[in-house]
């Protein structure tokens, strides 16, 4: 039975995408944590009974790249003397495509990380545009049946991000490690009519990154390290603000260079602007879609025109690729031309854009005039999965 009283608890705050997720509780700054949205999946044998069981790793344990105590270290160190694990990643291109995996992810973060009872606090997720209506109310039954919160509700990302920067009206660009989407939002809701995604971001240009290293010669085992070659992303690739200015320069005005793990020095030049240049011209990978800013450009003229000069004028950067140095300034170079005369184009980058997401969502499950937003467990008994369409 539905406690009203539990509305009153904070309000657990997920924000899950293809490569993070990131958890806290509603009207905190920040999220409490971030974790890697993957689950370990290995055969192990039993030592009593020769038979096979099934062992779960989630996150960055499934990595190893989390500080284990050490009886998490002997365990790892067990793991190792059996099948290689195999890695799962329950969202994939922004959408959910394994349930028993994000059960398993959910679970852990509840208990392991949250220490939080699901049945005694209200749960926000956030989900991305154009959730199709099967995978929004997959997670409503998920969590009402499988968690029994009191409370659910679904906020999608374009317009939490939009509410962390203090805004109701604006175009949001967010790429994050799998997708880079475009979502114009009027007045607190976005308008699904003009959303624009391409299917190229992080994750991506730290793959086509490494190709890059090894074609050029470096043959080191470390860049066929994920880990290794995202720092070298995150550290040393750029927006190249002209990129035919950048291709004309010397090597050496270019080069750079990153110390490897085990202290080997490694030198590299154009491919830290070369992959990211995919970013604004797709083909350069073999994707026949238009580039970020031509999609900033397409979602605008799809909105009315009385709200075109208000969207050029509040462009709000989220996600981790947004944070490449150059991103911001190519933009305004290419935006600033295509819009009518006399529009003025500002692009809004704050510097917790990583996780703004989730504190749009925090901020808003904070609100006291939240509480008529939540679909509540007697809700979704009276009504079924498709109360969340009506709420949400």
């Keep these: ?42 055969n192990l044998k039993s030592s009593l009974t020769g038979n096979n069981e099934k062992k779960y790793l989630i996150g960055d344990e499934a990595l190893y790249i989390c500080e284990p105590s050490d009886q998490q270290m002997d365990e790892m160190l067990d793991l190792q003397k059996n099948e290689p694990i195999d890695l799962h990643y329950p969202i994939q291109r922004g959408f959910v495509v394994s349930w028993d995996d994000m059960e398993k992810l959910y679970q852990h973060l509840f208990k392991c990380y949250m220490e939080v009872n699901p049945s005694e606090q209200p749960v926000l997720v956030t989900e991305p545009s154009l959730n199709p209506r099967q995978i929004r109310e997959k997670m409503a039954e998920m969590m009402f049946e499988s968690f029994n919160v009191p409370a659910f509700y679904l906020s999608k990302q374009a317009e939490a991000v939009l509410y962390a920067s203090g805004l109701v009206t604006g175009l949001v660009v967010d790429s994050g490690e799998e997708i880079t989407c475009t979502v114009p939002v009027f007045e607190g809701h976005s308008l699904p009519h003009a959303v624009n995604k391409l299917y190229f971001a992080g994750r991506d240009i730290t793959r086509h990154l490494s190709w890059l290293l090894l074609a050029s010669g470096n043959a080191y085992s470390y860049i066929l390290d994920k880990i290794v070659v995202s720092d070298i992303k995150e550290k040393l690739c750029y927006v190249a603000f002209d990129p035919k200015e950048e291709l004309s320069k010397s090597r050496e005005e270019v080069l750079k260079k990153y110390i490897l793990p085990d202290g080997t020095v490694i030198r590299m030049g154009e491919q830290l602007h070369q ?23 397409s979602s605008i003229m799809k909105c009315d025109a009385d709200i075109q000069d208000a969207l050029f ?23 600033e031309p295509v819009a009518a005369k006399g529009t003025y184009v500002k692009i809004i980058a704050y510097l917790d854009r990583y996780f703004s997401g989730w504190i749009g969502a925090s901020i808003m499950s904070s609100l006291n005039t939240f509480k008529e937003m939540w679909v509540t467990s007697s809700d979704f008994k009276e009504f079924g999965p498709s109360v969340l369409q009506r709420k949400c």
Excluded: W
């Design 1 to 42: 039975m539905f406690d009203p009283h539990s509305l009153g608890n904070p309000a657990v705050v997920f924000d899950s995408g293809s490569g993070y997720c990131k958890v806290g509780l509603s009207g905190e700054t920040g999220p409490r944590y971030i974790i890697s949205s993957v689950v370990g999946h290995q």
């Design 275 to 297: 992959v990211p240049e995919a970013l604004f011209v797709p083909k350069l990978v073999g994707i026949q879609s238009p580039g970020v800013s031509e999609m900033i450009t």
């Design 313 to 335: 004028g509040q462009i709000v950067l989220a996600g981790g690729t947004t944070l490449l140095t150059g991103f911001k300034h190519r933009l305004s170079k290419e935006l």
